[in-house]
């Protein structure tokens, strides 16, 4: 069953909710925060969070951009501001669409099963990342300070690109990424259909992270499905 987490401060929107997208034949969890929002994640493969922009504490704003920036899984917001500002700063924050309280829950299903049909091709989730620091064969991948660095302590220069594909990479050692789901990891919305620019930038990561970037071992190209990281990753 296709599984929703709510993540709402106000119960008596969270359960009603719950009730009726049940009734319509999905898995739902609640969490009433940020702290039980990744308590969730942690624990249970979520396919589309349902996410109050006002909440307190963690607000709407920043779980998303976490969310977008560890799990890339699908959000609707649920806001209540009613300024167009308001809502265009979440969507440009990773959300894939938002419904305005108060909202006839038709029509938030009607959203969520889009949202579903576009992200079907979206990449198996990942547990957040913990650490700041991945390692990978003879490489240390530094998130924060956005660094590839060698066996001899040498920083080598990632461009944006290579940067997000590395990552994604990272994030899901020993998984085939097609390159669909690689351009929609590093483009975002501005991915084009039938684009093939990221075998070019796969090219230059190879030549970067590889001993002999014409015989790859770190990052195999799968045959009909793109490539795959074939090495583990220690979070340090």
């Avoid at 390692?135 to 220069?157: C, P, T, Y």
């Avoid at 990552?167 to 990424?177: D, H, I």
């Avoid at 789901?181 to 990221?198: P, V, Y």
Wanted: proline share 4%; charged share 25%.
């Amino acid at each position: 069953m296709t599984h929703i987490l709510i993540v709402d401060d106000n119960a008596d929107i969270r359960q009603p909710l719950q009730r009726y997208l049940t009734d319509h034949g999905l898995r739902v969890t609640c969490a009433d925060g940020g702290v039980a929002m990744r308590e969730t994640l942690k624990n249970s493969a979520i396919d589309l969070i349902l996410l109050d922009i006002m909440m307190p504490g963690e607000d709407g704003l920043s779980l998303c951009r976490f969310v977008q920036d560890t799990l890339k899984i699908p959000v609707i917001l649920l806001t209540a501001l009613g300024e167009d500002a308001d809502r265009v700063v979440g969507l440009e924050m990773g959300a894939d669409d938002y419904v305005r309280k108060p909202f006839n829950p038709r029509v938030l299903l009607a959203k969520i099963k889009a949202v579903l049909r576009r992200s079907q091709s979206s990449p198996v989730q990942t547990q957040p990342i913990e650490s700041d620091i991945l390692l990978f064969a003879d490489w240390k991948f530094d998130i924060n300070q956005r660094e590839l660095i060698d066996s001899e302590g040498m920083a080598v220069a990632l461009s944006s690109v290579e940067y997000k594909l590395l990552y994604a990479f990272l994030l899901r050692p020993k998984t085939t990424l097609s390159r669909d789901q690689l351009l929609d990891l590093t483009h975002g919305r501005e991915a084009k259909a039938f684009d093939r620019s990221i075998d070019n930038s796969i090219s230059r990561l190879r030549r970067k992270v590889e001993e002999d970037a014409s015989s790859p071992k770190l990052i195999k190209t799968v045959w009909g499905g793109g490539y795959m990281l074939t090495v583990d990753v220690i979070h340090q």
